[in-house]
Structure formats: structure tokens, C-alpha cells
């Protein structure tokens, strides 16, 4: 029965916060001598109906009769009382309504009632066990208050009746308050703005409903209440206005509540609107101030910046305090004057201060009432901070870890100085939640930082460092990724050096964006790496590129459907600035563009074959000659697509941008891009320019030598005598060990007879070709299509150790196969002074 007794209190109490209720008073015999106009709606009798009549003949139920006078002789001792009954409307249908009785105090001694119903249908659904109506035994009684502030003012809006429950909430105490206005026991505005409200209630009748009031509390509590209060109009017999009501509830929990989380919701809105750290520690501060505290500061661990793990909890002994650095500062002071450390400063952590503690344990450190006497920590540990303290009149402090899955990223410090009230309980659950809020906002800040900065990681792993055409083109370069989040995606182009001075330019486009796309993308550009230094012709580039897409697409996992589809288009092309020829060849992608010295832009006409990955049909290289000066482009589709324009629209814009032959390759590079690119891209963005250059004639020396091994000496002769001409005497010597080793393999493998002996064959010939430019290259080709290997001959072997010689004596050397044969070269880097 007690819980029925608490739950019949609650219910009475909102009843009064959330709806208009019918208001009665009676005298001390039961007999109505005021009513207000929401009673009249309730129940349809007007004042003149019900004034001077008991207030009994309204109930229906003679039980509720009974119960309401046994209930009005033992409330003259208990003050009030609550149950459910059932009431007479003027139409004779019968209200469950829910009563709420309290006795109030005159000047006259004698107790008058004052009765609020209200009709159960508009109150939320009550629980069972107070459905019914039960008399509560005299042993279980209500609280001998009832947590409703109830005073009756007449038409002169003095007091003349008042419960015991008003005087303990509104601080105004019975002998000060009866007789006088509100305006005559507390003066103030406040209470000339409460009279206003009675006055406009007493002329016009209608109720004012909810209105929030600060108590009248003495000066030296330096707590605050919120009372909430509605005003009725008293009608008398005659139904004129006989004075106004009163009643009042304790809104000083709902409206911090309601405070909490108005301030919840900015903390929604206002924390973590970026992805930067320390805007976020920011953000949290001002939010704090002044909603929660006079002056707060956010200290973050410095790996949190860095996107690196957070900080374990330290140990009970750990004197060891990680770096901390402040990262948010707000104050109701222009500059914050109160804090020892500006904005991105690092922060000093003493090991006995409550910081450190809160370090330690992860929990909150409290201190309503702030200790500064002397002979704490901070004058043996921080007299730089106590001064702060003493000077600003810091009396409050909350010290709330902000922390994320276990780990500290950090702490918030709340302080009041002005604001004179200590926090409470409920301040440090609110800062609590501050911090958790912005802890979640830190965290996922912290994690981009971490996941960008493996993505830029990536990206320079993926992407050439310092791509260079060498002697054969000037080359420029931008790429654009649609990911801006992590910035890297499936585009990739790459330049890389091939033998006899040639270059290989590459461009290609993976289906999708973001990490997964480059994880496949670096996949192919290490393939497509491998293939290039096997010096195969495009068209083979790209068939054996498309067989290794294949593969890829079967190695992965099928249970991830999502990762097992690689789609990708490439193109592949080599220039030869010895012949100013370039060779490529397409598989699915955009045609490259040739824009000639003079400004004119064409599209050569290159099969474009199949996407990677498909297997479909075999690719073809096309070969044509450029004018020294022209520039290729090599873009992606994420360049010149548009979601409204058909592809040839954005290939006459492309067109149209490339059209510059004024601008410097990398200014043309730029303009074409910031022409061209969408204002928000929806797929990823890439642009390769080579300017061709070519070798003049005296940079190359080329012979053709009959196959006998009579040659090989003459061949040393005159590749000594075209070394000395260029000025590479030093490089002589090693040439000529060179030239003849890979004359005398070319001999004696590249007859054709098989047997190694060496035997002449007239009808084939050797050719030799030496090329200055950043380096010596030097070139023999045969008609045999036998890939040398080098050996690791025994000491009775006769033969074998060439190849080991060139190795040791050039940079690096390599095969690659002609339609008519093979060449083998070798790359002699000159020293810096040649």
C-alpha cells in the first residue's frame, strides 16, 4: 500500500504540470465558496449552480460520500489527501475523475479545501494497482505534504488562504505571506511580473498555464528553485470574480532536466562538425561555457592528434605522464585570462594533482567546494596554477576523462568562478555526457586522421614518386581521386624507362573508388611494371595483363562478392626518341590525345579493344610518327564524362583545353584539369602530358657486322673510336669488354645450327648500336630469338662467363625480342663529372 500512497502523490503532482484542472475551494464544512471555469467545463455546472452547495452532492456513488467526509476529518491532521472517484455531470452521465485535497490555512485559523479534479481520460494510463479507488489506511497516510504549492488571493490579490507545502518551496514564510500582496512579502520584479499574470487571470477568466518562477529563497542558500505555477480565476455565487488561485509544483528538476538536454541537443549539433581534432576539443568548450561552467578547457593526448593509438590507463604508480597538449579554451573572460596554457601549447600534468588521478582511474575527480587552502598540491606541485585559482576565485572544479573504447584520449576541466553556485550530481553527469559525446567525435576524428594518413601512405607507395621521361619527354601530371575522404582510388598512371633511351607511359582506370580500388589497383601497377621491364610490345603488354586480371579475379575470396570483380581499362604506350615513334595500344580505355607543336589536337585512331579481365579478344598496337615537341595525354574517363553529355561532348572540351601550345606542360596540365573536372566529381580524375623529345643523329651510332667472330675486334675498334668522339674515353675500356662479350654470345648461340660451336653463317648479320644520352646504352641484335641467361660456370668450363662480366660491368642489361630477332643491352651510367 506504500507504493499505491507514492504513486497517487506522483500522479497528483502531474496532474497539476499537464493539464488545466477543476479547481473547487470549499470551508470547512464542505460547502463550495469558490469555482473556476475549468471546473464548469468539466462537470457543465456554472458557479451560480454549485456555490453555497455541498460539494458531496457531486459525487455519484454514496461509497465516494462516505470516504470523502471520513477522509476530510482525518485530512484536518494529515493536510491532504488523493484518490479516484466518480462525479455528477449537469447532463447526468457520471466522470471518473482523479481528486487532489489540501487543506489551507487563513488568517481566521479555520481550514478551508481546496479540490482539484481531474478527468482520468486525460491523464496518462495509471497503473493497476491504483485504478480503483481504496481508502488509505490512517497507518500508510500521504506525505504529510503534498508536493503542491497551493494560495488563494482575493480580488485585491492579497493572500488569503495557503497550504504548508507553498511556504517550504517558494521561501516565504505563513506569517509574512497572509494578508499581504506578493509584491508587499518578497518585492522585486519577479514578483510585479506574477501580478501582472493574476491581474490578466482575475479580467479575462482564461487560466495561465505552466509558468516557471524562480523561488524567493534567502540570500545566504546559494542553491536555486524553479517553481512552475498555473493560475485559475474563483468564481462566487454570482459568478463574478471571488479571486485567483494559485498552484504551484517544484520545476526544479524538470527544468534542468529539460536544460540538460536542450544542451544534449547543441552538443549534437555543435561538437564534431569536422573531422579536426582539435576543432572538436574546441567546439566542446564553448559549449560548456557558459552553459555549464564559468571557464573549461579540453587537454588532448598528443598521439590523438596524430591519429596514433590512445593512451592506456596509467597505472596506480606510473609517474610517467604522456604528453598532453591543450586543444580547446573558453572562458566568460575575453582571452581567457584564467589559463596557464594558450590553445595548441603543451600542457604540464603534475603526478599528484587530481589530473593525473583521473588519468590513473579513468573515473571523474569532484570537488564541489574547491580546496585552495594552503598546503595542498598545487602549493607544493603547481603555485603557478594556485595563483590562477586564488585570482579568478575558482571555487568549483569537475575533472571528466574523455576517453573511447577503453583508452583516454584526454581530459575536460569545468570551473566556476562567478557563477556562485558549487556544482552538483547532476552538473557532473551532464559534463559526463559532454565528454562521451565528444569523445565519439575525438575518436572518429582520430581514426580518419589514421585511416587518411594510410591512404596518403598508399597513395605515394602507388603513385610514381618523381616520375621522369628521361631523354625521351618532358612529362606533367594530375590526379584527382573522388574519394576526398581518403584520398586515393583506382586511377593510376605511371612513367617508366625503358632501354635504348625509350619510354613507357601508362594510364589506367579500376571499377570503383576508395581503398579497395587502390589495394587492386597497385595489383596492376606492379604487374604492369613487371611486364614493362620484359620489354614486350603493347598489344603482349596488355594481353598478358589481361591473363593476370584473370587470375587476381579467381584468387579472391568468394565469400566477399564485392572484392572479387576487378573491371579495368589501360592504355600502354612506348616512345622511341631515336625514331620519334611511338607505339600503343588500348584496352577499353579513352583514346589518348596528340596535340601537335603548333596547338592541333587530334585522336588517333587505336582499336580499343576489351576491358581487363575479360579474355575476350586479342589487343593491337598501332605505331605512328610524332614531330619533336608534341605532347601525348593520357587521361582517364573521370575527365572528360559528364552525367548530361554524351562522351564525344567531353572529348571536344578536352579537345578545346589542350588547344594551348603557349603554356608550359605543367600550367597546360593545370588549366586542362581545373577546365574540365566536375565541381564535385563523382569518379576519380587523371591526366598524364609528355612532351616528346628525340635524339639528334650524333648521339646515335649504329653498324651491321657479318656473324664470324673474325668481327669482334673491329666491332671494339670502332665503339672505342665513337667513345672517344663523345667525350666517354673513361667508358671505353668497359665498352670494349662489352661490346665483345655480347658479340661473341650473339656468335655463338645466334647461328641457329645448335651446337654451339660457332660456326659462320654468312647469310646472318650482327648489328651494334651505342646511345648517349643520360646514359650509355649500348645494343646487339641477332636473328635468334634465344633468351641469354647468365651462368655460374665451373673452373673447367670453357665457356659461360660473359654475362657475368656485363653484369658486373654495367648498371643493369636486359633482352628484348624484335620481330626480327632480339636485342641485348647494356646501360653504363658516366660519373658525375663526365
Not at 14 to 35: K, N, S
Not at 51 to 57: D, E, M, N, R, W
Not at 473 to 497: C, K, N, Q
Not at 686 to 702: G, N, P, W
Request: net charge negative; proline share 7%; hydrophobic share 40%.
Amino acid at each position: 500500500m506504500g507504493g499505491s500512497a507514492e504513486t497517487a502523490v506522483s500522479e497528483a503532482q502531474t496532474a497539476i504540470e499537464t493539464v488545466c484542472p477543476a479547481i473547487a475551494v470549499l470551508d470547512a464544512q464542505g460547502t463550495v465558496v469558490g469555482w473556476s471555469q475549468a471546473a464548469q467545463r468539466l462537470v457543465g455546472y456554472s458557479a451560480t449552480e454549485v456555490v453555497g452547495q455541498s460539494a458531496c452532492v457531486l459525487l455519484v456513488a454514496a461509497d465516494d460520500r462516505a470516504k470523502a467526509s471520513q477522509a476530510a476529518q482525518e485530512s484536518t491532521l494529515r493536510s491532504c489527501w488523493s484518490d479516484l472517484a466518480q462525479v455528477r455531470h449537469r447532463d447526468g452521465r457520471s466522470i471518473d475523475v482523479r481528486l487532489c485535497v489540501s487543506s489551507l490555512t487563513g488568517q481566521d485559523g479555520r481550514d478551508w479545501w481546496l479540490v482539484c479534479a481531474t478527468d482520468k481520460a486525460s491523464l496518462p494510463a495509471w497503473p493497476a494497482e491504483v485504478t480503483v479507488a481504496e481508502p488509505l489506511p490512517a497507518g500508510l497516510p500521504l506525505p504529510s505534504r503534498l508536493p503542491i504549492g497551493v494560495v488563494v488571493r482575493d480580488t485585491h490579490l492579497r493572500c488569503i488562504r495557503v497550504n504548508d507545502t507553498q511556504g517550504s518551496k517558494d521561501g516565504i514564510p505563513l506569517p509574512k505571506r497572509l494578508g499581504r500582496r506578493l509584491t508587499e512579502a518578497a518585492p522585486g520584479t519577479e514578483a510585479e511580473t506574477l501580478e501582472a499574470v493574476m491581474h490578466q487571470v482575475l479580467q479575462s477568466g482564461d487560466p495561465a498555464i505552466n509558468l516557471d518562477y524562480q523561488a524567493f529563497l534567502p540570500a545566504n542558500v546559494r542553491s536555486s528553485r524553479i517553481l512552475t505555477a498555473s493560475y485559475f480565476r474563483l468564481d462566487d455565487a454570482h459568478g463574478r470574480a471571488l479571486g485567483v488561485c494559485v498552484v504551484s509544483v517544484d520545476g526544479t528538476d524538470s527544468r534542468r532536466a529539460r536544460e540538460r538536454l536542450a544542451i544534449l541537443g547543441e552538443a549534437s549539433r555543435r561538437i564534431g562538425t569536422t573531422l579536426d581534432v582539435m576543432q572538436t576539443a574546441q567546439e566542446l568548450a564553448a559549449l560548456a561555457v557558459p552553459f555549464l561552467a564559468d571557464y573549461a578547457t579540453v587537454d588532448l593526448a598528443e598521439s590523438v592528434q596524430h591519429g596514433e593509438e590512445p593512451l592506456d590507463h596509467l597505472g596506480p604508480q606510473d609517474e610517467r605522464i604522456p604528453a598532453f597538449r591543450r586543444a580547446g579554451l573558453a572562458s566568460i573572460h575575453p582571452g581567457t585570462p584564467e589559463s596557464l596554457f594558450a590553445r595548441g601549447e603543451p600542457v604540464v600534468v603534475p603526478p599528484t594533482s587530481p589530473f593525473a588521478g583521473v588519468l590513473r582511474s579513468g573515473k571523474s575527480h569532484f570537488e564541489p567546494i574547491l580546496d585552495t587552502s594552503p598546503g595542498t598540491w598545487l602549493d607544493h606541485h603547481d603555485p603557478a596554477r594556485a595563483e590562477k585559482i586564488r585570482e579568478h576565485a575558482m571555487h568549483s572544479l569537475m575533472v571528466v576523462p574523455i576517453h573511447a573504447r577503453g583508452a583516454v584520449l584526454g581530459m575536460a576541466v569545468f570551473v566556476r568562478t562567478e557563477d556562485p553556485r558549487p556544482f552538483e550530481e547532476d552538473d557532473l553527469l551532464l559534463a559526463e555526457e559532454l565528454a562521451s559525446w565528444a569523445a565519439l567525435a575525438l575518436d572518429n576524428a582520430r581514426q580518419y586522421v589514421r585511416e587518411r594518413s594510410a591512404a596518403l601512405a598508399l597513395q605515394r607507395l602507388l603513385h610514381p614518386h618523381r616520375p621522369t621521361g628521361g631523354s625521351a619527354a618532358d612529362v606533367a601530371w594530375r590526379y584527382l581521386p573522388a574519394d576526398s575522404h581518403h584520398g586515393i582510388g583506382g586511377d593510376w598512371f605511371d612513367v617508366i624507362p625503358l632501354s635504348g633511351a625509350r619510354v613507357a607511359l601508362v594510364v589506367g582506370d579500376v571499377v570503383g573508388h576508395g581503398i579497395n580500388a587502390a589495394a587492386k589497383m597497385g595489383q596492376l601497377r606492379t604487374a604492369m611494371h613487371t611486364l614493362a621491364d620484359m620489354d614486350m610490345p603493347p598489344d603482349e603488354v596488355l594481353s598478358r595483363l589481361d591473363e593476370q586480371v584473370i587470375r587476381f579475379t579467381e584468387a579472391e575470396d568468394p565469400r566477399h562478392p564485392a572484392t572479387t570483380t576487378m573491371a579495368a581499362t589501360c592504355l600502354y604506350a612506348v616512345y622511341d626518341p631515336v625514331t620519334r615513334t611511338c607505339t600503343m595500344a588500348r584496352a577499353g580505355h579513352p583514346p589518348p590525345a596528340v596535340i601537335d607543336p603548333y596547338g592541333h589536337v587530334t585522336f588517333p585512331d587505336l582499336p580499343a579493344g576489351a576491358p581487363l579481365g575479360l579474355g575476350l579478344v586479342p589487343f593491337e598496337s598501332v605505331t605512328f610518327e610524332l614531330a619533336e615537341g608534341s605532347v601525348l595525354a593520357l587521361y582517364t574517363d573521370g575527365l572528360i564524362e559528364a552525367r548530361d553529355q554524351d562522351i564525344s561532348a567531353g572529348m571536344n572540351r578536352l579537345r578545346a583545353a589542350l588547344a594551348r601550345p603557349d603554356l608550359a606542360l605543367d600550367d597546360l596540365c593545370s588549366s586542362t584539369v581545373d577546365t574540365l573536372r566536375a565541381k564535385a566529381p563523382s569518379d576519380d580524375v587523371t591526366l598524364l602530358l609528355a612532351r616528346t623529345r628525340s635524339l639528334s643523329a650524333d648521339q646515335v651510332a649504329s653498324w651491321q657486322f657479318p656473324s664470324d667472330p673474325a668481327v669482334v675486334s673491329r666491332a671494339r675498334t670502332l665503339a672505342a673510336r665513337q667513345l672517344t668522339q663523345w667525350g666517354l674515353e673513361h667508358l671505353a675500356e668497359s665498352t670494349e669488354l662489352i661490346v665483345s662479350e655480347l658479340f661473341t654470345n650473339a656468335i655463338i648461340h645466334g647461328n641457329g645450327n645448335g651446337n654451339g660451336n660457332g660456326d659462320c653463317n654468312s647469310d646472318r648479320t650482327i648489328g651494334l648500336r651505342l646511345i648517349r644520352h643520360e646514359i650509355l646504352t649500348c645494343e646487339v641484335s641477332d636473328a635468334s630469338h634465344s633468351h641469354p641467361l647468365v651462368r655460374h660456370p665451373r673452373s673447367t668450363d670453357e665457356h659461360g662467363r660473359g654475362l657475368f662480366l656485363v653484369t658486373q660491368l654495367s648498371s643493369r642489361w636486359g633482352t628484348r625480342h624484335t620481330p626480327d630477332g632480339k636485342i641485348i643491352w647494356a646501360d653504363q651510367r658516366p660519373p658525375a663529372s663526365a
